[in-house]
């Protein structure tokens, strides 16, 4: 079982490293770097179809601005511009210059977080247990704020975490701005709170140029571990800026009975990105393989929270976090 899990995750993060797909080579002119990109997402980008993206259409009013000795800042932009309209955060074009990014999955919501006051709830005397910052709050909820899954959590970190927290009621995992990170460190983390194998979700990976060649659906659980596993209530703090593994970890939590997601949506990012190479060395990263939730359903656009809570202006104004003193009030409950 463990070597199967083991697999499924090399299976999540390898191509986080190693995704370079080898294209057949345009020349190096305005023209064919935009028709290599072009061809690049046309035959690997998986979610064309989900997104009712019409990427023909697009190729016929973006072709029309490329023109010969065009500057490397217009060919960009164009470039660029043409990439936004997939609607999706693991998508970028970059080169030692500049990176263009699609930004508005996050930027167009509201925060519903603020960190001087999350620092508030934690003080300066909260501990840190890899990339975990966590402490128990005066009611007896033990507080854990994770910002980054590029930050390495280890079994025994989360052995030190979970039995610092054994007088405690309840848990607070707060992911809010967590953009994401190693899937390994989601799954390491998720598996405490589980006493059972559950199944969380599924991928497909593409299996030809088509817009819907993709494989069979393939089950991806997650197991519990082998340290301490807590079973007692769980609220996780979501919003708009929680993507990519952050996503993947809430559908993970969320399985579990145990657990309520409280705050925004989150910013979704559920496709496995590769990346391939442009004649001219510009480098494209693309979502190349779905993940689903249990039940197939899609999360590119992220996971609604069981408890809709806003960040209040009036609390704001007075030192504290709505989710946060609502979390607190339902695991008091």
Known sequence: MKRKIAYIILFFILPLFVGCVDEDSYDNTPAGNFEQLWKIMDEKYCFFEYKHVNWDSIHTVYSKLIIP??????????????????????????YNGNVSRYWSWYEDYPRNFDESIKDLYLGTDYRIAGGLDYKILTDNIGYIYYGDFSST????????????????????????????GSLSNSTTLASHFTNKRVHTGYIRHKTGTGHNDFSNPLAIYVDPANGIRWQKKVIILTNRHCFSATNDFVNSMRCFPNVIQLGDKTGGGSGMPFTSELPNGWIVRFSASPYYDANMNQIEFGIEPDVYVELSTEDKLNGKDTLIEQARKLLKE
């Open 69 to 94: 000795n065009m500057s490397e800042d217009a060919l960009f932009e164009v470039m660029g511009n043409m990439l936004s309209l997939l609607r999706d955060g693991h998508v970028n074009l970059s």
């Open 153 to 180: 959590v280890s079994n025994s970190n989360i052995d030190r975490v979970l039995s610092y927290f054994s007088i405690c009621n309840g848990i607070i995992i707060d992911v809010r701005n967590n953009g994401g």
